[in-house]
């Protein structure tokens, strides 16, 4: 049984565990490997894809215990931080913080609101919000609450599109799913993967 949830908090033996989730999400194919980041005194790590934003990334009441941070390189290379939280005396996963880039400018920043529409760079937004369908989809995946079963957390809502040099970053939040009556778990991998070649083509 892999459900996301492990006895110990030892990151080196529960960070291939986390990678096999990863691998089941994102299929045979892509090369991943993973680096484990201690929390520093402002509760996020140093490589943290979320260190320049301030956010409630983990819930309020959690403890970060440490960060597993996955380099996936396929078709569209990608970051994920997987954040990994007490539960008694083990771990279970927390918050998982997605990042890659797209081929597409934006002029400004964009951001997906609580209200489920995206604000910011007036271009770039009126083009995401005039699709329904993307809407949804970002609506999903960008959760305020979730999580595990038994261990739903509330967290801010992050899905951030961010100009970059020769194109853009989008960085997107989401919480983990317990998935076969709580004997397995999704990251949300493909999902994520969806969501960005939606946006890319909709910029």
Not at 80 to 109: E, F, N
Not at 110 to 118: E, I, M, P, R, Y
Not at 122 to 150: H, I, Q, T, W, Y
């Amino acid at each position: 049984m892999n459900n996301g949830a492990y006895m110990g908090q030892d990151g080196q033996t529960v960070a291939p565990k986390v990678q096999e989730l990863l691998a089941k999400d994102l299929g045979a194919g892509p090369s991943v490997s993973f680096t484990i980041e201690s929390v520093g005194v402002e509760g996020i790590t140093a490589k943290s894809i979320l260190k320049d934003m301030s956010t409630t990334f983990f819930g309020g009441k959690a403890k970060l215990l440490f960060t597993i941070h996955f380099d996936i390189n396929q078709s569209r290379a990608m970051q994920l931080d997987a954040h990994m939280i007490q539960q008694g005396a083990g771990c279970a996963l927390g918050s998982l913080a997605y990042a890659t880039t797209v081929g597409k400018r934006v002029a400004g920043p964009v951001s997906l609101g609580d209200d489920g529409k995206f604000m910011g760079d007036a271009e770039a937004a009126g083009k995401l919000n005039a699709r329904k369908d993307l809407l949804k989809k970002c609506d999903a995946f960008a959760v305020k609450k979730g999580g595990l079963a038994g261990l739903e957390l509330k967290i801010d809502r992050i899905l951030k599109i961010i100009p970059r040099e020769n194109g853009a970053q989008v960085v997107a939040v989401t919480m983990p799913v317990s998935k076969s009556m709580g004997f397995s778990a999704s990251l949300g991998a493909k999902e994520f993967l969806e969501m960005v070649a939606l946006l890319e083509t909709t910029l």
